[in-house]
T-cell receptor, first 113, second 112 residues
Framework: KAGVTQTPRYLIKTRGQQVTLSCSPISGHRSVSWYQQTPGQGLQFLFEYFSETQRNKGNFPGRFSGRQFSNSRSEMNVSTLELGDSALYLC????????????FGSGTQLSVL | QKEVEQNSGPLSVPEGAIASLNCTYSDRGSQSFFWYRQYSGKSPELIMSIYSNGDKEDGRFTAQLNKASQYVSLLIRDSQPSDSATYLCATSGTRAGNMLTFGGGTRLMVKP
């Protein structure tokens, strides 16, 4: 059974640009959540999607957005990139919200120059 | 003050010893608690979950929860060099869904 797949693995952007990250959950998993990991702030929740609806959103500015498609795949978008957005972005999936057994993908390492 | 606090370490223990990792949380209504292990350059992996006061054992791992003291711990018996990793404590707080709050993690080093 394939795990959570995130693409791309690495990304380099410049300030002001926008970026889209992709996540394919484990087959059968319908809940997808996104986390940002930095050395200073650790792992922080961004948002959670289930059945194409955002269920929860973390304390991040509106430049961070996401969506989920009917096949449960999810994308997150960051517009007007700032240096502080440099981080590892992790996607996690589970069968449903509240399952709480999250399976994480390998992440997308974003560097903003 | 962070909602979930962990000593960043590193915690160094000799091979075969018991490693004790600790975590405190501020949301008194928190119901679910998790320990994730993250190897360097890898993604977090769930190793234990605990929901009730007391101990929960799984192989060499024991999670302990004390809601009155708002304290969670993870004991690793017979520590192996392969246990060297960062251990992340997390809670879902009082929120439904998969919105977890993580501590900063404790780096564990097991020396042969």
């Amino acid at each position: 059974k394939a795990g959570v797949t995130q693409t791309p693995r690495y990304l380099i952007k410049t300030r002001g640009q926008q970026v889209t990250l992709s996540c394919s959950p484990i087959s059968g998993h319908r809940s997808v959540s996104w986390y940002q990991q930095t050395p200073g702030q650790g792992l922080q929740f961004l948002f959670e999607y289930f059945s194409e609806t955002q269920r929860n959103k973390g304390n991040f500015p509106g430049r961070f957005s996401g969506r989920q498609f009917s096949n449960s795949r999810s994308e997150m978008n960051v517009s007007t990139l700032e240096l502080g957005d440099s981080a590892l972005y992790l996607c996690a999936s589970s069968f449903r919200p509240g399952d709480e057994k999250l399976f994480f993908g390998s992440g997308t390492q974003l560097s903003v120059l | 003050q962070k909602e979930v606090e962990q000593n960043s370490g590193p915690l160094s223990v000799p091979e075969g010893a018991i490693a004790s990792l600790n975590c405190t949380y501020s949301d008194r209504g928190s119901q679910s608690f998790f320990w994730y292990r993250q190897y360097s350059g890898k993604s977090p992996e769930l190793i234990m979950s605990i929901y009730s006061n007391g101990d929960k054992e799984d192989g060499r791992f024991t999670a302990q929860l004390n809601k009155a003291s708002q304290y969670v711990s993870l004991l690793i018996r017979d520590s192996q060099p392969s246990d060297s990793a960062t251990y992340l404590c997390a809670t879902s707080g009082t929120r439904a869904g998969n919105m977890l709050t993580f501590g900063g993690g404790t780096r564990l080093m097991v020396k042969p």
